[in-house]
């Protein structure tokens, strides 16, 4: 199967959108993730053998359920507020109720370890700002982790945000790792759109799109003047090769950015 690196993903009647799974043509990501829509009152239940799972919250309000533990959590928009998130290890039934509309993504995993439910919240993972003033101050961004291997050493995954603000650059300076990685768009208009660079390739980003980086591949991209742009980013370790931000190997064309005077 022809391996494909943009999706322009719709949500089924039943609203769940696919982004990549272990089958389908982004099978290179090595993760199942999807989006789902849920109207008030809908409940969802999730269960997997073999598997990790990740439930973070987009937009609206919750009840986690889990562990014989109900947490209710409110997010107006990934605008606004921080990330809620449950990382679950394989064999952990979840159920979500919606107590709203809701917008849901669920990242999951081939994992066997056993590791204690954890619900990240936004104090878990700050939003802090990176590259401030450098490049002309046009790669300014928000970002947060909600974990990676150094705060979750039993997870297969990384799981993190990013908020562009208008114009601005993220993934910048061009960069590449060996691990694969996905990026999943939101915008806070309708018309929002950026640019997502796969090496020599060009995509537009609109709301719901996603990115799928493989290995090694260069991957800058940029949001247009006007529009915030949201990406949850999503990478997976390799066995023996996890990611870490010293995997993050920047192009050599150009380090030189770093010492410019703009």
Same mark, same amino acid.
């Given at each position: ?16 959108? $696919? ?15 999807? @989006? ?51 990382? *679950?290890?394989? %064999?952990?039934?979840?159920? $979500?109720?919606?107590?709203?509309? @809701? ?10 370890? @056993? ?22 101050? *046009? ?6 982790? $909600? ?19 208008? %114009?601005?650059?993220? %993934? ?21 759109? %950026? ?6 390739? *060009? ?9 799928? $980086? ?49």
């Amino acid at each position: 199967m022809e391996q494909k690196l943009f999706g322009y993903p719709d949500f089924d009647e039943n609203g769940e959108e $696919i982004l990549s799974t272990y089958d389908n043509e982004y099978s290179d990501m090595m993760m199942d993730v999807r @989006v789902y829509q849920m109207k008030e009152n809908e409940v969802r239940t999730f269960y997997r053998e073999g598997e990790e799972s990740a439930f973070l919250l987009l937009s609206g309000k919750i009840e986690y359920r889990y562990d014989d533990q109900v947490k209710e959590v409110y997010r107006k928009d990934v605008f606004t507020d921080g990330p809620y998130a449950l990382h *679950v290890c394989t %064999g952990v039934k979840v159920e $979500i109720q919606a107590l709203s509309n @809701v917008l849901l993504l669920v990242q999951r995993t081939k994992n066997d370890t @056993v590791f204690d439910c954890k619900l990240y919240t936004p104090e878990d993972a700050p939003w802090g700002y990176s590259c401030v003033g450098k490049f002309g101050n *046009v790669a300014k961004r928000r970002v947060n982790t $909600i974990f990676d291997k150094d705060i979750a050493p039993w997870s297969n995954m990384v799981l993190g945000e990013v908020l562009n603000d208008p %114009g601005n650059w993220s %993934g910048y300076l061009p960069h590449r790792h060996p691990q694969p990685e996905l990026y999943y768009f939101k915008f806070d208009r309708p018309e929002g759109f %950026g640019a997502s660079f796969i090496d020599d390739q *060009v995509f537009k980003s609109v709301d719901n799109s996603f990115s799928a $980086i493989t290995p090694e591949a260069l991957h800058p991209q940029v949001c247009a003047p006007g529009f915030q742009m949201y990406t949850c980013w999503m990478i997976r370790h390799l066995d023996g090769n996890p990611w870490l931000q010293s995997t993050r190997n920047e192009d050599e064309r150009y380090i030189w950015l770093h010492n410019a005077n703009f």
